[in-house]
């Protein structure tokens, strides 16, 4: 089995989810399940920020010209229908329903094509940045899937590949700490530690990074975060095997 894991950032104006999030920096929407067939798409999404932001969310949602994950620049005529399964303060969770039309493109389906049936598929919006995770048997066309994907995203969104890679599976599933740093996380890293970003107090602020590196405030604070996550869960990992007990004989 194979891993694939890539992030669409969203130009303004093309994805009204990311336009939403994008507004609300501290809230997120991950996938608790998604399905493909060749002409339908089912997902459940759970999102997580405050009571406004969870409104733009649900609003995005609810109210878009077209479905949200359809990469198609203009109404495609698809039938869709989202329905609020669960709200409370601090979470939402919805489930959509989409009928695509001949015209219509999304991740699921430009994977169907190139990697085969079977392909598994895990998402996390945040920002402007959708980071897809897929796990396809490995026989398919990588390089053709990402060809297909990059011209039906056209102008509205920049791709960038995270990890490619053989799945590592245990008891627990995918083993989240064995996975390695994309180069682009690595050098938003050192540049942070370099220029004094994690000194205290520090010596210069997110912003003012970014511009150093010539790249967007949100593109930066995307891969400092990513990184970040990496690193602690690395850390407790190995907090974990230094408090296992030996094995006895």
């Known amino acids: 089995m194979r891993e694939l894991v890539f992030a669409l950032e969203y130009e303004p104006g093309c994805n009204r989810v990311a336009d939403a999030l994008a507004d609300h920096p501290d809230a997120r929407v991950r996938s608790l399940s998604l399905h493909a067939t060749a002409k339908q798409l089912w997902r459940v999404d759970h999102a997580t920020g405050t009571p406004d932001a969870l ?11 077209y479905y949200a994950d359809c990469l198609a620049t203009e109404d495609c005529n698809a039938t869709q229908t989202t329905n609020v399964l669960d709200r409370t303060d601090d979470t939402l969770v919805l489930y959509s329903d989409w009928e695509r039309t001949p ?14 049936d079977g392909v598994l598929f895990e998402t996390r919006h945040e920002g402007r940045y959708y980071t897809w995770r897929l796990i396809h048997s490995g026989e398919g066309d990588v390089a053709a899937f990402f060809d297909a994907l990059e011209a039906a995203v056209g102008d509205c969104a920049q791709m960038e590949m995270l990890r490619t890679a053989d799945t590592t599976t245990s008891a627990g599933g995918v083993d989240e700490t064995q996975r390695d740093l994309s180069p682009e996380q690595e050098a938003a890293l050192r540049a942070a530690v370099e220029h004094g970003y994690y000194e205290s107090p520090r010596e210069l602020d997110v912003g003012e990074l970014a511009e150093h590196l010539d790249v967007p405030r949100s593109t930066l604070t995307y891969r400092l975060r ?9 850390h407790v990992a190995g907090e974990r095997v230094l408090e296992e007990p030996p094995a006895t004989r």
Not at 103 to 116: E, F, N, Q, Y
């Open 55 to 65: 409104d733009a969310i649900e609003d995005a949602f609810l109210t878009s010209d």
């Open 103 to 116: 015209t219509c493109a999304s991740v699921p389906h430009i994977a169907r094509d190139h990697l085969g």
């Open 226 to 234: 990513r990184a970040e996550e990496h690193l602690a869960k690395q």
